[in-house]
């Protein structure tokens, strides 16, 4: 079964909330039928500590916003990888050198990829979305 529509909702809240606080490779995977604890994992990376807190909080106080009340959370200390669970969505904010060590992306590559709007720069490029309608 496919994530459900507040999942996605919810992940595009977080996405831009991330990228407000200027966080790079912003990508979503729908990892619903993985997982049974969750349906999206939404991946962002950050150039330092700081700015991964600073992203990770950024995340918190949107999606407690929009509704979602934070279940988890660990790695704050270190702020090299903090990860936020929101039960439907889960949040993975990593340094950027992590991001590349832990490869998240090829662990989940079976993956459907969550199309996120254009505006956001996790949007893949060569989305059919960008193609001109006829």
């Known amino acids: 079964m496919p994530a459900t529509q507040r999942a996605l909702d919810l992940a595009v809240v977080a996405a831009r909330a991330a990228a407000d606080r200027k966080a790079e490779e912003i990508i979503a995977l729908d990892v619903s039928e993985q997982l049974v604890l969750t349906d999206v994992f939404l991946i962002a990376s950050a150039s330092n500590e700081r700015q991964v807190t600073a992203i990770s909080d950024a995340i918190e106080e949107a999606m407690h916003k929009a509704g979602s009340k ?31 060590y832990y490869a998240l992306e090829r662990l989940w590559k079976d993956c459907p990829v969550v199309e996120l709007p254009a505006d956001l720069h996790g949007a893949p490029a060569d989305d059919a979305q960008d193609a001109p309608q006829a």
Do not use: M, S
């Open 70 to 100: 934070l279940v988890r959370r660990e790695g704050r200390t270190e702020a090299r990888w903090i990860l936020l669970d929101f039960g439907e969505v889960v949040a993975h904010v990593q340094h950027a050198e992590d991001r590349v």
